[in-house]
């Protein structure tokens, strides 16, 4: 059982930026694929980034690319997300998620083949 809590959410204006960080409670974090999502109200939640268990590989929704980066350190059980030129439409209430692989750098997208959810920080971007 993998424990994934949230943290780093507020309120900025746009063009300013933000950093989730996500603590996990696995004994062997190196094993997990992570990523990251977003729930906006009234909309589905969607994948935003994710990072392979080596934490050399990364994938980006094209709606993020080139402002957030995705990172994590298995020394200290994290997976953050560093938000910049933040937009209002990156509003949303976000989610870190693991997923137990074997595959050192399969990054893991799809919202269903997670296997461990947080329960959310809210990010809310003023224009």
């Known amino acids: 059982q993998v424990q994934l809590v949230e943290s780093g959410g507020g309120l900025v204006q746009a063009g300013g930026s933000l950093r989730l960080s996500c603590a996990a409670s696995a004994r062997t974090f190196s094993n997990y694929a992570l990523g990251w999502f977003r729930q906006a109200p009234g909309k589905e939640r969607e994948f935003v980034a994710g990072?392979?268990?080596?934490?050399?590989?990364?994938d980006y929704a094209d709606a993020v690319k080139g402002r957030f980066t995705i990172s994590s350190d298995n020394a200290k059980n994290t997976v953050s997300l560093q938000m910049s030129s933040l937009k209002p439409e990156d509003t949303a209430l976000y989610y870190c998620?693991?997923?137990?692989?074997?595959?050192?750098?399969?990054?893991?997208?799809?919202?269903?083949?997670?296997?461990?959810w947080g329960q959310g920080t809210q990010v809310t971007v003023s224009s």
């Open positions: 998620a693991a997923r137990f692989e074997v595959l050192a750098e399969y990054i893991v997208i799809h919202r269903r083949d997670y296997n461990y």
């Open positions: 990072i392979s268990r080596s934490g050399r590989s990364t």
